[in-house]
């Protein structure tokens, strides 16, 4: 058996997937964010991580010029930043580049031990230090807001260790510091992966570790009102299942978990199988959302993401666009995705770039 899967292996295969049938009258939308858990200081220091932020520098504005979706914009990207390793000469080339090309900054964090106090103080000084810079979005009152990743997969104490967080009502502790959505999951194999896959839900925080193992899947109609509840946070999930496409030694299927990474970068035949996995709104419009992930401050990613693999990846989309009527996609950033989420949530229809600054506002870097 894969490598942690009696989390989610059983639930997978009692789900059906998406009957993926594109044409002119039953279009799809699909759009991409990818959701990077940016570390430049993973294994090297600050010279290295200046380093790999310069090489970022050079080569993702010309990435973004390239390629083009089907309403015209360029690739996004966005970069959750670890806020436990804030550093100013890290983060204003950082914002800099998402001025550029329309890139976003979000909160990423590390944390062991913590208390709801500790975790608090940590999230409040992560947030105002980013939002120096003119990163974030800003709610109806300025003050910032943001999505989130987990460090280590452990959201809301859920590492069956007992470490790599220690606040089982973390939920909520995000929604008070202006967290808006969490987009941690996929964790398999990890064993903090949850049993609800492949979903867009919302999870109530209980007091207890794992809270968001449960919850209510966003619906056309029903769900609006769970947005601004204090005890309920937003969660994306990123695609979960198996690749029978690519199989370990001929046989085994391997698992997709949407990791856009040096070993298995982005392809055509990826992309067939989130089509059939990734969540969309219940009786919403024909929306799907693709949720990747990487680590883009290690090289051997980096590599992938601004050179010729990705490139590849971009070409085959725009000619499986042109092969394929009723397809087309979008370039989106994970706040833009949360917009499109709540869009379709309250029944909005037509191209899902109608609707990317929905809910919550652009970050002030990008005007």
């Not at 990613?301 to 087309?328: C, D, K, S, V």
Request: hydrophobic share 35%.
């Amino acid at each position: 058996m894969l490598r942690g899967a009696e989390k989610w292996l059983f639930p997978y295969l009692r789900t059906a997937r998406h009957a993926v049938r594109i044409s002119p009258a039953t279009p799809l939308h699909a759009c991409i964010a990818v959701c990077d858990h940016y570390e430049p200081l993973h294994d090297t220091d600050l010279v290295g991580a200046r380093s790999t932020i310069a090489h970022w520098q050079e080569k993702w504005p010309v990435m973004v010029a390239e390629h083009r979706d089907s309403s015209g914009r360029g690739p996004r990207h966005s970069f959750f930043y670890p806020i436990e390793q804030y550093d100013t000469s890290l983060i204003a080339p950082l914002a800099d580049l998402c001025r550029q090309t329309g890139s976003e900054v979000e909160i990423h964090l590390h944390h062991d031990r913590d208390t709801r106090e500790t975790l608090t103080a940590k999230l409040t000084q992560g947030v105002a230090d980013l939002a120096s810079h003119g990163l974030l979005s800003r709610d109806a009152s300025g003050r910032p807001a943001y999505a989130f990743i987990h460090g280590n997969w452990a959201l809301d104490h859920s590492h069956p260790s007992g470490r790599k967080c220690g606040v089982p009502d973390e939920l909520a502790v995000l929604r008070e510091t202006g967290c808006y959505a969490d987009m941690t999951m996929p964790a398999a194999p990890d064993p903090c992966q949850t049993s609800i896959i492949n979903a867009a839900y919302y999870a109530r925080e209980d007091g207890l570790p794992r809270s968001h193992d449960r919850g209510i899947p966003v619906r056309k109609g029903q769900t609006a009102t769970l947005r601004d509840l204090r005890d309920h946070l937003l969660l994306i999930q990123g695609p979960l299942g198996l690749n029978w496409r690519w199989r370990k030694w001929g046989l085994i299927p391997r698992l997709e978990n949407g990791d856009a990474s040096g070993s298995n970068p982005p392809t055509l035949n990826r992309l067939k199988l989130w089509l059939s996995h990734c969540p969309r709104v219940l009786d919403g419009p024909p929306w799907l959302f693709i949720k990747l992930h990487t680590h883009g401050g290690i090289s051997k990613n980096y590599q992938i993401l601004l050179g010729q693999a990705m490139r590849r990846f971009y070409q085959e989309l725009t000619r499986f666009e042109t092969h394929t009527p009723g397809f087309h996609f979008h370039f989106v950033t994970a706040r833009e995705m949360v917009n499109l989420v709540h869009a379709a949530e309250d029944g909005k229809q037509g191209s899902p770039a109608d609707w990317l600054d929905y809910c919550h506002a652009r970050p002030p870097v990008l005007g």
